[in-house]
């Protein structure tokens, strides 16, 4: 059974940081592209941050280049995002997701992100 278990989530001030984790278990943990997605109220879901495999390619959505750093660790089947100089629009759920092309796509629950003073 393959489970995708974010932590990391709570209430943080505009200009904060917050490390989200990602740990996952019953697949193939470095064969997965890793992604964190997340989702505001009244939105649609969107992409966050990929990385790949081994982690040579690495993509951000344009709103968070710069302040958001995604980085796995195949050892510890863990997938971080740590994201810095939080603003309010960055509040949502942060959802994880493992996907293998034409094999497989997996999510996590969700852990909720909130940036207000």
């Known amino acids: 059974q393959v489970q995708l278990v974010e932590s990391g989530g709570g209430l943080v001030q505009p200009g904060g940081s917050l490390r989200l984790s990602c740990s996952a278990s019953g697949l193939i943990f470095s064969s997965s592209a890793m992604s964190w997605y997340r989702q505001a109220p009244g939105k649609e879901r969107e992409p966050v941050a990929t990385?790949?495999?081994?982690?040579?390619?690495?993509n951000y959505v344009d709103s968070v280049k710069g302040r958001f750093t995604i980085s796995r660790d195949n050892a510890k089947n863990t997938v971080y995002l740590q994201m810095n100089n939080l603003k309010p629009e960055d509040t949502a759920v942060y959802y994880c997701q493992a996907r293998r092309i034409a094999t497989y796509t997996y999510w996590g629950q969700g852990t909720q992100v909130t940036v207000s003073s």
């Open positions: 990385i790949t495999t081994n982690g040579g390619i690495i």
